[in-house]
Every structure is written in structure tokens, then in C-alpha cells.
């Protein structure tokens, strides 16, 4: 099978459990996870240059101009994008790169490398996202109106992706295996594999 690290990009609206199915995928040892930058503040309990690399706008802008960002995308005020080196250097030593990333920075991923596998999670339906971003507690009402709106419109990039993973409450290891699968899977397609013919002729 191929050496050759993948690209993997996950989006979804705001209260999908992006975030904890991730977690579940890097505990496999399968990927590295490219850390994205914003603007935004930290949530209780997020670390820097963990979850994400936490600067300021001016500092977001400066980075854009010198093209250091691979894609980057402004959401509900703030930016958020990936930074370009960690994401080229995994790749050309054979790993698997997840980017956790809006749905407007994974098109832009989709256009410069098209040979990226896109995978959109969502939850069951919109009433069980409503009531996971109320449950958050971390928002106000008009933020959450903000995300339901936006979360209505990702949805409609549905056919823009290759793969589309529900997560279920409380079933969030089972949607990483859904992942993990489609990862493996990937790595066996046979266009990845065409160099196998040399073995054989």
C-alpha cells in the first residue's frame, strides 16, 4: 500500500462533536493533527498550541500577507486557517494529516489539493444541534442563532464532500471508527497504488 501521507479535512456546524470524534482518531496513533490558528478566545479547558494557536487579528492578517496560511476563513467574526509548513513537512514524512476545519477553508483545501479526502460530520438532525450548543452553556443566545444559521447553510456543501459521518449522542467512538475505516480504505484505492505495478511486470 502507499507510503505516501494523506490529507484528511473534517468539517461540520458548530456542535457536531468534531472536536471529541478527533480526539478519539489521534488515541489511534494513525494521524497527526495539524493545529489551526484563530482569532477567537480560548473556551474553558483549551490550551495554546493545542487545541488551537490563539492570536490576534493583526497578527492572523500578518501571517495571510506573508502566505503563510494554507487556507484560511473568517466564521461568526473570527478567522481561523492552517498554518502551511506543519501540514507540508507530516505529509512528506508518510503521515496522516487531520485538519479540523470550517467548511469555506475545506473548498479552499479542495482546490489546491484536490487529492484531499473531505469528510463533513453532522449530527442526527438540526433540533439535537440546537440543544448540544444551548447545552454548552459557553454561548449567548445570539451566538447560538448565529451558529444555527451558518449551520444551515454548511449543510447545503453536503455534495461537495467525499464522506459524510453522523455522530450520535454519546457515540462518538463509533463515528472515529467510521473514519478510521474511510482512512484505510483511502490508503487502498488504486489510483494511490499504481507504483504496485512495478512489483509485477
Given at each position: 500500500?502507499?507510503?505516501k501521507?494523506l490529507l484528511?479535512?473534517?468539517?461540520?456546524p458548530?456542535?457536531?462533536?468534531?472536536?471529541?470524534?478527533?480526539?478519539?482518531?489521534?488515541?489511534?496513533?494513525?494521524?497527526?493533527?495539524?493545529?489551526?490558528?484563530?482569532?477567537?478566545s480560548?473556551?474553558?479547558?483549551?490550551?495554546?498550541?493545542?487545541?488551537?494557536?490563539f492570536i490576534?487579528?493583526?497578527?492572523f492578517?500578518q501571517?495571510?500577507?506573508?502566505?503563510?496560511?494554507?487556507?484560511?476563513?473568517?466564521?461568526?467574526?473570527?478567522?481561523?486557517g492552517?498554518?502551511k509548513?506543519?501540514?507540508?513537512?507530516?505529509?512528506?514524512?508518510?503521515?496522516?494529516?487531520?485538519?479540523?476545519?470550517?467548511?469555506?477553508?475545506?473548498?479552499?483545501?479542495?482546490e489546491?489539493?484536490?487529492?484531499?479526502?473531505l469528510i463533513?460530520?453532522?449530527?442526527?438532525?438540526?433540533?439535537?444541534?440546537?440543544?448540544r450548543l444551548?447545552g454548552?452553556g459557553?454561548?449567548?443566545a445570539?451566538?447560538?442563532?448565529k451558529?444555527?444559521?451558518?449551520?444551515?447553510?454548511?449543510?447545503?456543501l453536503?455534495?461537495?464532500?467525499?464522506?459524510?459521518?453522523?455522530?450520535?449522542?454519546?457515540?462518538s467512538?463509533?463515528?472515529?471508527?467510521?473514519?478510521?475505516?474511510?482512512?484505510?480504505?483511502e490508503?487502498?484505492?488504486?489510483?494511490?497504488?499504481i507504483?504496485?505495478?512495478?512489483?509485477?511486470?
Amino acid at each position: 500500500m502507499t507510503d505516501k501521507g494523506l490529507l484528511f479535512v473534517i468539517s461540520g456546524p458548530a456542535g457536531t462533536g468534531k472536536g471529541t470524534v478527533v480526539k478519539h482518531l489521534l488515541e489511534t496513533g494513525e494521524f497527526f493533527f495539524s493545529v489551526s490558528a484563530t482569532t477567537r478566545s480560548p473556551r474553558p479547558g483549551e490550551v495554546h498550541g493545542v487545541n488551537y494557536y490563539f492570536i490576534t487579528k493583526e497578527e492572523f492578517e500578518q501571517k495571510i500577507a506573508a502566505g503563510e496560511m494554507l487556507e484560511y476563513a473568517e466564521y461568526v467574526g473570527n478567522y481561523y486557517g492552517t498554518p502551511k509548513s506543519a501540514v507540508e513537512e507530516a505529509l512528506a514524512a508518510g503521515k496522516n494529516v487531520i485538519l479540523e476545519i470550517e467548511t469555506q477553508g475545506a473548498l479552499q483545501i479542495r482546490e489546491i489539493m484536490p487529492e484531499a479526502v473531505l469528510i463533513l460530520i453532522l449530527a442526527p438532525d438540526i433540533e439535537t444541534l440546537e440543544a448540544r450548543l444551548v447545552g454548552r452553556g459557553t454561548e449567548s443566545a445570539d451566538v447560538v442563532a448565529k451558529r444555527m444559521a451558518q449551520a444551515r447553510r454548511e449543510v447545503t456543501l453536503i455534495n461537495k464532500y467525499d464522506y459524510v459521518v453522523i455522530n450520535e449522542d454519546g457515540k462518538s467512538e463509533e463515528a472515529a471508527k467510521d473514519i478510521l475505516g474511510i482512512a484505510r480504505s483511502e490508503k487502498m484505492r488504486a489510483f494511490r497504488n499504481i507504483g504496485l505495478k512495478k512489483n509485477f511486470i
